[in-house]
């Protein structure tokens, strides 16, 4: 994951729920699309049903599973019922956790809020490791956006995805500024919690897409 041949940004539509708004991520050229199976969020959904779902996705578009403090038996019964390719660790799981999914064969995503990620890189810079960054606000899916200064003097070395407070209006500055190799969006092309938009899908994709 990252920035490709041609230059284009990478983009994860995430927490979708009906076949519409998965054909306008698909449509509009998203890398990667997730689904919600951590409990209490208002796009979460069940490992059927996001089976479902992925059985829609084109074979070169990356499906994506996201948990949350979720026991990593709990997580890889899920993501294997709904056969998504991506596990997604939102939740302080430890590393053990990751290494177990990559063991198994999923490709790992691990979500830090950016406050989390300085910590600890401060503290432990090798704790790290090699996984797939995913640095968003401190509250998740709130749509809450966090002050981007705080990266440009610690961007992650590693391919990683900048999320939180991402909209079609703002994130093309937000790209520029950071430099991330992807973009992660979910409240921020919803017309109302939890209910996604089709024209915010697409106006998403092109507008993060015109960075490059």
């Not at 019922?81 to 302080?92: L, R």
Request: charged residues 20%; aromatic residues 6%.
């Amino acid at each position: 994951m990252g920035e490709w041949e041609d230059g284009l940004m990478f983009v994860k539509i995430c927490g979708l729920r009906e076949p519409a708004t998965l054909r306008a991520a698909i449509d509009g050229g998203a890398d990667a699309v997730g689904f919600v199976m951590a409990p209490g969020s208002p796009r979460t959904i069940s490992p059927a049903d996001a089976h479902a779902l992925v059985a829609l996705v084109p074979d070169e578009i990356e499906t994506v599973g996201v948990f949350r403090s979720q026991s990593i038996d709990e997580v890889l019964a899920m993501a294997a019922a709904a056969g998504v390719q991506t596990i997604q660790f939102h939740g302080h799981e430890p590393i053990a956790d990751l290494d177990r999914a990559r063991a198994q064969g999923y490709g790992v995503i691990r979500a830090l809020s950016v406050p989390e990620y300085l910590a600890e890189l401060e503290a432990d810079p090798d704790r790290m490791g090699d996984y797939r960054l995913l640095l968003d606000a401190p509250i998740p899916g709130a749509g809450i956006p966090f002050d981007p200064s705080l990266l440009l003097t610690h961007r992650p070395a590693g391919p990683w995805l900048l999320a939180g407070g991402l909209t079609p209006g703002n994130v093309a500055a937000l790209i520029d500024q950071v430099r991330p190799g992807g973009v992660d969006v979910s409240s921020g092309v919803e017309s109302s919690r939890g209910v996604k938009n089709v024209g915010l899908i697409a106006d998403f994709i092109a507008a993060a897409r015109s960075t490059r």
